[in-house]
Protein backbone atom coordinates (compact mmCIF):
# COMPACT_ATOMS: atom_id res chain seq x y z
CA UNK A 1 0.00 0.00 0.00
CA UNK A 2 1.42 2.88 -1.09
CA UNK A 3 0.84 6.17 1.07
CA UNK A 4 0.92 9.53 -0.35
CA UNK A 5 1.76 12.49 2.34
CA UNK A 6 -0.69 15.26 0.72
CA UNK A 7 -3.53 12.50 -0.30
CA UNK A 8 -3.74 11.71 3.71
CA UNK A 9 -3.92 16.02 4.16
CA UNK A 10 -6.20 16.97 1.52
CA UNK A 11 -9.24 13.54 1.28
CA UNK A 12 -11.05 14.93 3.77
CA UNK A 13 -11.71 18.44 2.31
CA UNK A 14 -12.24 17.13 -1.23
CA UNK A 15 -14.69 14.51 0.35
CA UNK A 16 -16.84 17.58 1.55
CA UNK A 17 -16.91 19.15 -1.43
CA UNK A 18 -18.29 15.65 -3.36
CA UNK A 19 -20.83 15.69 -0.58
CA UNK A 20 -22.12 18.45 -1.24
CA UNK A 21 -22.11 18.73 -4.66
CA UNK A 22 -23.82 15.53 -5.16
CA UNK A 23 -25.97 15.96 -1.87
CA UNK A 24 -29.14 16.28 -4.11
CA UNK A 25 -28.23 13.03 -5.93
CA UNK A 26 -27.72 10.56 -2.64
CA UNK A 27 -30.54 8.98 -2.94
CA UNK A 28 -29.80 6.64 -6.16
CA UNK A 29 -26.47 4.71 -6.75
CA UNK A 30 -24.29 6.98 -9.07
CA UNK A 31 -21.35 5.72 -10.88
CA UNK A 32 -17.91 7.79 -10.85
CA UNK A 33 -14.79 7.15 -13.01
CA UNK A 34 -11.29 8.17 -11.05
CA UNK A 35 -8.46 9.31 -13.47
CA UNK A 36 -5.07 8.60 -11.75
CA UNK A 37 -6.05 7.24 -9.01
CA UNK A 38 -2.54 6.82 -7.54
CA UNK A 39 -2.27 5.14 -4.80
CA UNK A 40 -5.86 4.65 -3.75
CA UNK A 41 -6.19 6.41 -0.52
CA UNK A 42 -8.76 8.92 -1.96
CA UNK A 43 -11.20 6.48 -3.74
CA UNK A 44 -11.09 4.45 -0.52
CA UNK A 45 -12.03 7.66 1.55
CA UNK A 46 -15.10 8.69 -0.57
CA UNK A 47 -16.39 5.32 -1.08
CA UNK A 48 -16.42 4.54 2.71
CA UNK A 49 -18.34 8.41 3.15
CA UNK A 50 -20.46 8.37 0.31
CA UNK A 51 -22.14 4.56 0.07
CA UNK A 52 -23.77 5.83 -2.86
CA UNK A 53 -21.38 5.98 -5.16
CA UNK A 54 -19.64 2.80 -7.14
CA UNK A 55 -16.39 3.92 -7.62
CA UNK A 56 -14.05 3.02 -10.23
CA UNK A 57 -10.45 3.81 -9.87
CA UNK A 58 -7.78 3.49 -12.28
CA UNK A 59 -4.03 4.47 -13.53
CA UNK A 60 -1.80 3.74 -16.14
CA UNK A 61 0.87 3.02 -13.52
CA UNK A 62 0.86 -0.73 -12.55
CA UNK A 63 2.53 -0.03 -9.03
CA UNK A 64 -0.80 2.61 -8.65
CA UNK A 65 -3.03 -0.26 -9.36
CA UNK A 66 -1.27 -2.89 -7.16
CA UNK A 67 -1.88 -0.30 -4.27
CA UNK A 68 -5.33 0.61 -4.86
CA UNK A 69 -5.94 -3.21 -4.95
CA UNK A 70 -4.14 -3.41 -1.21
CA UNK A 71 -6.55 -1.01 0.09
CA UNK A 72 -9.26 -2.07 -1.27
CA UNK A 73 -8.70 -5.94 0.27
CA UNK A 74 -7.33 -3.99 3.56
CA UNK A 75 -10.42 -2.17 3.51
CA UNK A 76 -13.00 -4.71 2.63
CA UNK A 77 -14.49 -2.16 1.06
CA UNK A 78 -17.52 -3.12 -1.55
CA UNK A 79 -17.97 0.19 -3.62
CA UNK A 80 -14.91 0.47 -5.16
CA UNK A 81 -14.34 -2.19 -8.13
CA UNK A 82 -11.18 -3.34 -8.95
CA UNK A 83 -8.54 -0.54 -10.48
CA UNK A 84 -8.45 -0.84 -14.48
CA UNK A 85 -5.67 0.16 -16.80
CA UNK A 86 -6.62 3.70 -18.50
CA UNK A 87 -4.31 6.35 -20.03
CA UNK A 88 -6.19 8.98 -20.27
CA UNK A 89 -4.29 11.04 -22.70
CA UNK A 90 -5.90 8.05 -25.70
CA UNK A 91 -9.00 8.89 -26.94
CA UNK A 92 -11.98 7.75 -24.69
CA UNK A 93 -12.41 4.73 -26.95
CA UNK A 94 -9.67 3.19 -25.45
CA UNK A 95 -10.66 3.30 -22.03
CA UNK A 96 -10.74 0.16 -20.19
CA UNK A 97 -14.13 -0.50 -22.09
CA UNK A 98 -16.41 2.57 -21.00
CA UNK A 99 -19.04 3.58 -22.68
CA UNK A 100 -20.93 6.27 -23.98
CA UNK A 101 -23.15 8.18 -21.19
CA UNK A 102 -21.54 5.60 -18.98
CA UNK A 103 -20.91 7.64 -15.99
CA UNK A 104 -22.00 10.27 -13.31
CA UNK A 105 -18.69 11.64 -12.24
CA UNK A 106 -15.40 11.47 -13.48
CA UNK A 107 -12.70 13.05 -10.76
CA UNK A 108 -9.31 13.82 -11.75
CA UNK A 109 -6.83 14.63 -8.60
CA UNK A 110 -3.86 16.62 -9.51
CA UNK A 111 -3.50 14.64 -12.59
CA UNK A 112 -3.62 17.42 -15.15
CA UNK A 113 -0.50 19.21 -13.55
CA UNK A 114 1.15 16.14 -14.18
CA UNK A 115 0.12 15.64 -17.59
CA UNK A 116 1.23 17.44 -21.14
CA UNK A 117 -1.76 20.23 -22.55
CA UNK A 118 -2.52 17.25 -25.13
CA UNK A 119 -3.38 14.52 -22.09
CA UNK A 120 -5.87 17.26 -20.64
CA UNK A 121 -7.63 17.88 -23.72
CA UNK A 122 -7.95 14.01 -24.06
CA UNK A 123 -9.39 13.85 -20.60
CA UNK A 124 -12.00 16.68 -21.41
CA UNK A 125 -12.97 15.32 -24.48
CA UNK A 126 -12.88 11.93 -22.71
CA UNK A 127 -15.45 13.24 -20.20
CA UNK A 128 -17.76 15.01 -22.36
CA UNK A 129 -18.39 11.86 -24.38
CA UNK A 130 -18.19 9.32 -20.81
CA UNK A 131 -20.55 11.60 -18.65
CA UNK A 132 -24.14 10.94 -18.96
CA UNK A 133 -26.20 14.32 -19.49
CA UNK A 134 -25.45 16.54 -15.88
CA UNK A 135 -22.74 14.46 -15.03
CA UNK A 136 -19.82 16.12 -13.17
CA UNK A 137 -16.62 16.74 -14.16
CA UNK A 138 -13.99 17.22 -11.33
CA UNK A 139 -10.81 18.45 -10.94
CA UNK A 140 -8.74 19.39 -8.43
CA UNK A 141 -4.95 21.26 -8.03
CA UNK A 142 -3.36 23.94 -8.14
CA UNK A 143 -3.81 26.61 -11.50
CA UNK A 144 -2.96 29.51 -13.49
CA UNK A 145 -5.27 32.14 -13.49
CA UNK A 146 -4.98 34.19 -16.57
CA UNK A 147 -1.15 33.23 -17.49
CA UNK A 148 -0.51 34.15 -14.02
CA UNK A 149 0.83 31.77 -11.22
CA UNK A 150 0.42 32.97 -7.48
CA UNK A 151 2.04 32.63 -5.12
CA UNK A 152 6.03 32.50 -5.87
CA UNK A 153 5.60 28.88 -4.34
CA UNK A 154 3.17 27.83 -6.89
CA UNK A 155 5.71 28.77 -9.40
CA UNK A 156 8.24 26.91 -7.86
CA UNK A 157 5.46 24.31 -8.23
CA UNK A 158 5.34 24.44 -11.69
CA UNK A 159 8.53 24.79 -12.70
CA UNK A 160 9.80 21.83 -10.32
CA UNK A 161 7.12 19.56 -12.43
CA UNK A 162 8.08 20.94 -16.27
CA UNK A 163 11.98 19.79 -14.56
CA UNK A 164 10.02 16.24 -14.36
CA UNK A 165 8.62 17.14 -18.31
CA UNK A 166 8.80 19.81 -19.99
CA UNK A 167 5.24 19.47 -21.33
CA UNK A 168 3.51 19.23 -17.87
CA UNK A 169 2.92 21.98 -15.56
CA UNK A 170 0.40 24.06 -13.93
CA UNK A 171 -2.76 24.68 -16.11
CA UNK A 172 -5.17 27.75 -16.87
CA UNK A 173 -8.22 27.65 -15.98
CA UNK A 174 -9.74 29.94 -18.85
CA UNK A 175 -7.93 27.64 -21.52
CA UNK A 176 -9.45 24.41 -19.46
CA UNK A 177 -12.75 26.27 -19.51
CA UNK A 178 -12.78 26.95 -23.15
CA UNK A 179 -11.64 23.68 -23.98
CA UNK A 180 -14.44 22.16 -22.21
CA UNK A 181 -16.82 24.22 -23.16
CA UNK A 182 -16.06 23.14 -26.78
CA UNK A 183 -16.59 19.41 -25.86
CA UNK A 184 -20.35 20.23 -23.71
CA UNK A 185 -19.16 20.98 -20.22
CA UNK A 186 -19.62 24.09 -18.75
CA UNK A 187 -17.04 25.34 -15.64
CA UNK A 188 -20.18 25.66 -13.07
CA UNK A 189 -18.32 26.28 -9.89
CA UNK A 190 -14.87 26.78 -8.63
CA UNK A 191 -13.92 26.00 -5.26
CA UNK A 192 -11.27 27.69 -3.53
CA UNK A 193 -9.27 24.78 -0.99
CA UNK A 194 -6.50 25.11 1.12
CA UNK A 195 -3.00 26.67 -0.49
CA UNK A 196 -4.51 27.80 -3.15
CA UNK A 197 -5.40 24.82 -4.70
CA UNK A 198 -8.80 24.91 -6.54
CA UNK A 199 -11.84 22.19 -7.22
CA UNK A 200 -13.38 22.88 -10.52
CA UNK A 201 -16.25 21.64 -11.06
CA UNK A 202 -17.92 21.17 -14.85
CA UNK A 203 -21.01 19.86 -15.54
CA UNK A 204 -21.94 17.99 -18.81
CA UNK A 205 -24.59 19.98 -20.52
C1 LIG B 1 0.52 13.45 -9.14
S1 LIG B 1 -0.13 11.86 -9.15
C2 LIG B 1 -1.68 12.09 -8.34
C3 LIG B 1 -2.21 10.82 -7.74
C4 LIG B 1 -3.51 10.97 -6.94
N1 LIG B 1 -4.60 11.39 -7.77
C5 LIG B 1 -3.31 11.90 -5.79
O1 LIG B 1 -3.68 13.07 -5.87
O2 LIG B 1 -2.76 11.45 -4.77
C6 LIG B 1 -0.62 11.64 -10.84
C7 LIG B 1 -1.16 10.24 -11.11
O3 LIG B 1 -1.64 10.20 -12.45
C8 LIG B 1 -1.16 9.04 -13.09
N2 LIG B 1 -1.06 9.36 -14.52
C9 LIG B 1 -0.12 10.12 -15.14
N3 LIG B 1 -0.37 10.19 -16.45
C10 LIG B 1 -1.51 9.49 -16.66
C11 LIG B 1 -2.29 9.20 -17.81
N4 LIG B 1 -1.94 9.64 -19.02
N5 LIG B 1 -3.41 8.46 -17.66
C12 LIG B 1 -3.76 8.01 -16.44
N6 LIG B 1 -3.06 8.22 -15.32
C13 LIG B 1 -1.95 8.96 -15.43
C14 LIG B 1 0.17 8.73 -12.42
O4 LIG B 1 0.52 7.37 -12.55
C15 LIG B 1 -0.12 9.14 -10.98
O5 LIG B 1 -0.67 8.08 -10.24
Not at 88 to 116: F, H, R, T, V
Request: with cysteine.
Amino acid sequence: MLLSPQAERNWESLCSVLEDVLEDQSHRQLFALELGSGTGQHVIRFAQKMPFVTWQPSDIEEASRESIKAYIAATHIQTVLQPVHLDASEPWEKWAGLSKNSCDIIIAINLLQYSSFKTAQGVINGAGKILKPNGLFITYGVYAVNGIITPSRNEQLDAEIRKLNPEWGLPDIDVLRQHAFGNGLRLERMVEMEDYYKCLIFRKL
